[in-house]
T-cell receptor, first 116, second 113 residues
Framework: GAVVSQHPSRVICKSGTSVKIECRSL??????MFWYRQFPKQSLMLMAT?????????EQGVEKDKFLINHASLTLSTLTVTSAHPEDSSFYIC????????????FGDGTRLSIL | GENVEQHPSTLSVQEGDSAVIKCTYS??????FPWYKQELGKRPQLIID?????GEKKDQRIAVTLNKTAKHFSLHITETQPEDSAVYFC????????????FGTGTLLAVQP
């Protein structure tokens, strides 16, 4: 149980392109979803927290206009990297949790984003 | 804000030996401390967690201890096996409906056969 699916697993695109990453909870309702960014050999850095039907809460230093987050339903959150540039290349991971059930966070498989 | 420090950054042990990874946290209000294992290019997987009302928790070869006074917690892996090789992250959070995890910097554990 508690499966989180993230898609796509890998994206390679040109600079200036906008990229959308989907995060789905497959067998539970995710009242809260988190988006992280992880550079090689580094820790997971929280970018934003999203609750279904509400605006996302962004961490300090994360541009909300650059990283658009939509948590439209209890099973889906999307992260859109707008006008991506090479410095946005990273491993992006989502996690989901059902706060009503007192669940820990369950992570997706991550998306490797490479901007040329 | 909360800060979580993790040591060591790399750890190499012989198969069958024990491994210990330590974390300290700064916010005394933190009350939930999970440990995640991440293999290269894969998702972090929760391996064990502990809440602040407990001092120790064990699950087969894995145990976690918590010292609230000193604000540190440790992961103990006994009888290590090559498949234990991975990056391990500790984390801390304050609890509540929208609590967020603050992760440590990670420990690369290598178990030599």
């Amino acid at each position: 149980g508690a499966v989180v699916s993230q898609h796509p697993s890998r994206v390679i695109c040109k600079s200036g392109t906008s990229v959308k990453i989907e995060c789905r909870s497959l067998d539970f309702q995710a009242t809260t979803m988190f988006w992280y960014r992880q550079f090689p050999k580094q820790s997971l850095m929280l970018m934003a927290t999203s609750n279904e039907g509400s605006k996302a809460t962004y961490e300090q230093g994360v541009e909300k206009d650059k990283f658009l987050i939509n948590h439209a339903s209890l099973t889906l959150s999307t992260l859109t990297v707008t006008s991506a540039h090479p410095e946005d290349s990273s491993f992006y991971i989502c996690s989901a949790r059902d706060d009503r059930a007192g669940q820990p966070q369950h992570f997706g498989d991550g998306t490797r984003l490479s901007i040329l | 804000g909360e800060n979580v420090e993790q040591h060591p950054s790399t750890l190499s042990v012989q198969e069958g030996d024990s491994a210990v990874i330590k974390c300290t946290y700064s916010d005394s209000a933190s009350n939930y401390f999970p440990w995640y294992k991440q293999e290269l290019g894969k998702r972090p997987q929760l391996i064990i967690d502990i809440r602040s009302n407990v001092g120790e928790k064990k699950d087969q070869r894995i145990a976690v201890t918590l010292n609230k006074t000193a604000k540190h917690f440790s992961l103990h892996i006994t009888e290590t096996q090559p498949e234990d090789s991975a990056v391990y992250f500790c984390a801390a959070s304050k609890g509540g409906a929208t609590n967020k995890l603050i992760f440590g910097t990670g420990t690369l554990l290598a178990v030599q056969p």
